[in-house]
């Protein structure tokens, strides 16, 4: 099943017009090094094939925190990318009783779900040396700017105002 959700993934960002980053050898090293924590929820047209899946979400399940990120699909199904990406990871939550589900950096869509924004991180290595007074540059100004995104997006997140 592992084959079919890479292929799901690389479809997905042809259709954006370039090939996924992520190498196939990756998400083989995630099953095999974390099995234990990797989840894919597939998704099934029943006239298409029954036993063949058509999209497919990679979660990874941490102490408390369910994670959601990469996700792929065949062809276009109304409303499956949410189904599958967000849902269904809300619902396995409340199934295990884990506290928080992170579905993912990007996507204004998720506002109108109710997924608030919050700020995250990342940690990156520069084999040249040279470049790190640019990114420092560029990871500063951008600081700002996510940061004005995140008030701005936490002003149209789908919560009644306490009155």
């Not at 990871?89 to 990007?106: L, M, V, W």
């Not at 040396?129 to 701005?152: C, G, K, L, W």
């Amino acid at each position: 099943m592992l084959e079919s959700f890479y292929r799901f993934y690389q479809i997905t960002y042809l259709k954006r017009g370039r090939q996924g980053y992520l190498k196939k050898n990756f998400f083989h090293l995630l099953r095999d090094l974390l099995p234990e924590q990797l989840l894919i929820c597939f998704a099934f047209d029943t006239g298409f094939s029954k036993d063949e899946p058509v999209a497919g979400a990679l979660f990874m399940q941490g102490e408390d925190t369910l994670y959601g990120r990469y996700w792929g699909a065949l062809e276009e199904y109304d409303s499956l990318h949410f189904e599958t990406c967000y849902y269904q990871g809300i619902e396995y939550c409340i199934a295990n009783q884990i506290s928080r589900f992170d579905p993912g950096a990007q996507g204004e869509h998720k506002i109108q779900r109710g997924f608030e924004p919050i700020e995250t991180w990342s940690t990156h290595w520069l084999a040249r040396p040279e470049f790190r007074s640019a990114v420092q540059r560029f990871t500063e100004e951008e600081e700002q700017m996510v940061r004005q995104d995140i008030n701005f997006l936490k002003q149209r997140l789908p919560f009644k105002k306490p009155s």
